[in-house]
């Protein structure tokens, strides 16, 4: 069975400075999908980026980008420019590139990110 | 039409009321899943349609009754919930299951659910 784990529950980060918020997983599955979900305290989980395990470049959107190390099983986020519209909890979550009969999302336990003005 | 839309946004109910939670999207999609989310924690997978068959329960207790209409709707029907089934559910839904999908998954904004 896959796992995900985020070792940080909480993480704090000055306005307009770098924060990496942490993640590793557990599987035996060699095509899958790695994902990074943001929940603000208006509670809608929103996609902020995601990895595909055959792509080798790391992806980025914008602000946002992942360490991607697929032998290490380490799956990081980082946020460059942190703004106070960054605060949430964050998620790290896995799924099977067939989504199998379920598609189903594996989740780590959340990191909870705190933006100081 | 890029959204789930769920309603309502916030419920109360007895412990002997009946009530509905509504789910609902219009991006074609025929994958759809009912969380439970507790505060600070990650969502837990309730169940999991896959066009319009019930396709997961996890092992949910029988006061928690889902059924999906069609391919756009989703509802979970509540009855005789204990307090400890208060929680945020959430409402998500995948274009397709069982072929080789980039797309991930998109969450409605949840109803908050508390059981007095």
């Known amino acids: 069975a896959q796992t995900v784990t985020q070792s940080q529950p909480e993480m704090s980060v000055q306005e307009a400075e770098t924060v990496t918020l942490s993640c590793t997983y557990d599987t035996s599955e060699s095509d899958y999908y790695l994902f990074w979900y943001k929940q603000p305290p208006s509670r809608q989980m929103i996609l902020v980026i995601r990895?595909?395990?055959?792509?080798?470049q790391n992806a980025t959107e914008n602000r946002f980008s992942v360490n991607f190390q697929k032998a290490a099983k380490s799956f990081s986020l980082k946020i460059s420019d942190s703004q106070l519209g960054d605060a949430a909890m964050y998620f790290c979550?896995?799924?099977?590139?067939?989504?199998?009969?379920?598609?189903?999302?594996?989740f780590g336990k959340g990191t909870k990110l705190s933006v100081k003005p | 039409d890029t959204e789930v839309t769920q309603t309502p946004k916030h419920l109360v109910m007895g412990m002997t009321n009946k009530k509905s939670l509504k789910c609902e999207q219009h991006m074609g999609h025929r994958a759809m899943y009912w969380y439970k989310q507790k505060a600070k924690k990650p969502p837990e997978l309730m169940f999991v349609?896959?066009?319009?068959?019930?396709?997961i329960n996890e092992s949910v207790p029988s006061r928690f009754s889902p059924e999906c209409p069609n391919s756009s709707l989703l509802n979970l029907h509540l009855h005789a919930l204990q307090p400890e089934d208060s929680a945020l559910y959430l409402c998500?839904?995948?274009?397709?299951?069982?072929?080789?999908?980039?797309?991930?998954?998109?969450f409605g904004p949840g109803t908050r659910l508390t059981v007095l």
């Open positions: 990895q595909e395990a055959y792509k080798q």
């Open positions: 998500a839904s995948h274009p397709t299951l069982g072929v080789r999908s980039y797309n991930e998954q998109f």
């Open positions: 979550a896995y799924r099977s590139a067939y989504g199998g009969s379920q598609g189903n999302l594996i």
């Open positions: 349609y896959s066009y319009e068959k019930l396709s």
